[in-house]
């Protein structure tokens, strides 16, 4: 079977196993991710927002044209990469996804990871970093390439592009920080 249908598979197992069913009964759409199933780097953010939502596509919003523009600026494309959220329901009113909320849907991103097989794994803010090296804090480990035998990918831990939207010197922190994915990728 190929890397689309297995991940395929996953996100109907989501649905048959009801994972998260309070969140699966307050959302619209199911957003597994999207992008190139062979990808080597993969993104992942922290849970859909309303745009993603209502279109059923992770980082449509603003802070993913953010994401675009910065894809754009190391000659990567949305197609090239894969970007997909810990929790893959909106939480509503967009608060921040509960522990049980993550917890529920880790297993299921491990699972993806393992069928897309990345080189390295983009963290975008404290929560995708928490699940991955629980604590470690943003603030000190941003831009930061860590391989330490946990997984078989690398992972590069970057604030979220909601964050730093607004934020001068955040936003010039993280684009700086893109840059480490284009080194790390070997070109
Ligand atoms: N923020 C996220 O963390 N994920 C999305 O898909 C959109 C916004």
Redesign the pocket.
Known sequence: MDKQALLDNLRSEIITQAVCPELAESAQNL?MGEGNPDAQVVFI?????KR?DQSGR????A??KFLNEMLAGINLARQDVY?T?IVKYRPPDNRDPKTSEKEAFWPYLMAQLEIIKPQLVVT??RHSLQGFLPGLQISQVHGQVISDGRYSWSILALY???AALYNGSLRRTLVDDFQQIETNLGG
């Open positions: 957003i953010g922290e849970a859909p927002g993603e992770p980082f449509i919003g802070s993913g970007i959220n975008l803010g979220h592009p909601a």
